[in-house]
């Protein structure tokens, strides 16, 4: 049975006071003092156990394109570090199967390590890159969603390669009445659809409640979701044209079909978003952006990272030597040194067992051209030498 930390709350309330009650009526104010204490070690302790996030998770979601799936060990390590669990979404392609590919197995037996929740689903349709992106905006209607209150459970949609500062920019405060939180909300202007004008939201990061998450996406409140019903939503939702869509809209499947759903429930809810929704508004607080990624020396002169920066966009192919190398500096300012070895170790039992053509072959980003990869990591382009290699070793 579900007792929710509210109850729990509420139950402590009521001890608390018939406590009271029978220290007046029966002992002295030095015995109530400590029946008092006694009750407040047993809520702290459970806080403490439970942790202060413990109803929180960020929703990530990959399909096998290394050039992503390898740096997800570092980025679940550091969200459980700030006390917030991973929920991690994979995208199968039809036939695709995770034992046939042992350097994604080999990273899903990490992060099954370290207590993330997954799940697994399968493009047939959509490809596998924008099902996977877009896959995020359901994870509150998936089966393991419906395992968890509805009304205080948490979910956070983040990527692989973004690292916050302060939780309290990205986890809404549900004592204080907030159900949906927008981090950078002010990022991306707006978007159309055919004759519809709404707003484009970035999803590092989009919060809310499970309960909040179905109402605005239009998702059941009973019923999981699977795999096939992802797909045929999306498609219905642009009226099968998906596939018709050029490589930026594609790119952007996710924006667009969340900023598209989130409008149509926001016409329909206009007073309560109000009410309950907290937006942060990130212009002119510094990132460390890995299109203006500082040198190495400036980097480690730097003594608090986050004092500096307000957050960080990193390279997440760090199977490539040079990306490596670069971030490496940045780990060591927010990792523990155990932890920046344990990642060390993994890439070095990853590499041998990568193959870095299909891996640049299943790939695109539409920065992966842009001047600043020669500039900041002396290599041509996102994807580097990648294309040329046949089988890789270490490079």
Known sequence: MYISSRTIFVISVIVTTLLIFNSF???????????????????????????????VYVVLSSDLNLYYFVHMPIIVQYWKNLGIRTYLMITLKEGERIEDDEAAKKVVEFV?????????????????GQFAQTLRCFAAGTEFAHTLDPNNTIFITSDVDFFPSKTEFHVPNLMKGEEILFYDKSCCGNINWKDV????????????????????????????????????????????????????????????????????????????????????DRRGQPRLERKWWPKDEELEKIDDIWKTYESAHITPGIFLDNVWAKNLV????????SQVQQFSEFRDSLLPLMNITETMQRHYHP????????????QKGMLGDGRSVQQHGKI
């Not at 940045?330 to 040194?337: M, N, S």
């Not at 920065?367 to 002396?378: G, L, P, R, S």
């Open 25 to 55: 009526n029966h002992v002295s104010f030095y015995n109530y003092y400590d029946q008092a204490e006694f009750i407040r070690g047993i809520m702290n302790s459970a806080v403490q156990k439970n942790g202060e996030f413990d109803h």
């Open 197 to 280: 004008k709404f707003e484009m939201y970035i999803m590092i990061t989009i919060a809310m409640t499970l309960n909040r998450w179905r109402e605005t996406m239009g998702l059941s409140h009973v019923v999981p979701v699977d795999s096939d019903f992802v797909e045929d939503y999306i498609n219905q939702t642009f009226d099968g044209e998906v596939g018709k869509m050029d490589q930026w809209g594609q790119w952007f499947l996710d924006q667009k079909f969340f900023g598209l759903k989130f409008w149509q429930w926001k016409k329909t809810h206009r007073k309560e978003y109000h009410r309950i929704i907290r937006n942060i």
């Open 112 to 128: 099954e390590g370290q207590g993330a929740a997954i799940a697994y689903f399968q493009s047939k349709k959509i490809k596998s």
């Open 367 to 378: 920065e992966q051209n842009d001047q600043y990869w020669n500039k900041t990591f002396a």
């Open 330 to 337: 940045f780990y060591k300012k927010i990792f523990p040194e």
